[in-house]
Nanobody, 127 residues
Framework: QVQLVESGGGLVQAGGSLRLSCAAS????????MGWFRQAPGKEREFVAG??????????YYADSVKGRFTLSRDNAKNTVYLEMNSLKPEDTAVYYC??????????????????WGQGTQVTVSS
């Protein structure tokens, strides 16, 4: 049974930082695709960052809206993926979701690329 448990959300002022964590269990973490998505009220869930294993090393990729401000990292020993968020803006306010798929498919930027999802953690950025 795959479980993803997010933590680290909260309220922060614009320009501040937060680090989200997602602890995974029930899958082979090191070779699983991991992703972060977010959903603001009234909007569709959107891709934020993703990570995939490859023979040449891990691949990490970001949405243009967060590139240079957010950093995804993973600790395979702890089965945990992190999202370090810096220079936060009010438009980053959303529920952030961790996603995983043990059989990486698609582009990794679509919700359909992932079979498993966490419960979400709220991030609120005040202006």
């Amino acid at each position: 049974q795959v479980q993803l448990v997010e933590s680290g959300g909260g309220l922060v002022q614009a320009g501040g930082s937060l680090r989200l964590s997602c602890a995974a269990s029930g899958l082979t973490f090191s070779t699983s695709a991991m992703g972060w998505f977010r959903q603001a009220p009234g909007k569709e869930r959107e891709f934020v960052a993703g990570s995939r294993w490859s023979w040449s090393g891990g691949i990490t990729y970001y949405a243009d809206s967060v590139k240079g401000r957010f950093t995804l990292s993973r600790d395979n020993a702890k089965n945990t993926v992190y999202l370090e968020m810096n220079s936060l803006k009010p438009e980053d306010t959303a529920v952030y979701y961790c996603a995983a798929d043990p059989n990486p498919r698609g582009t990794g930027r679509a919700t359909s690329s992932y079979a498993y999802w966490g419960q979400g953690t709220q991030v609120t950025v005040s202006s």
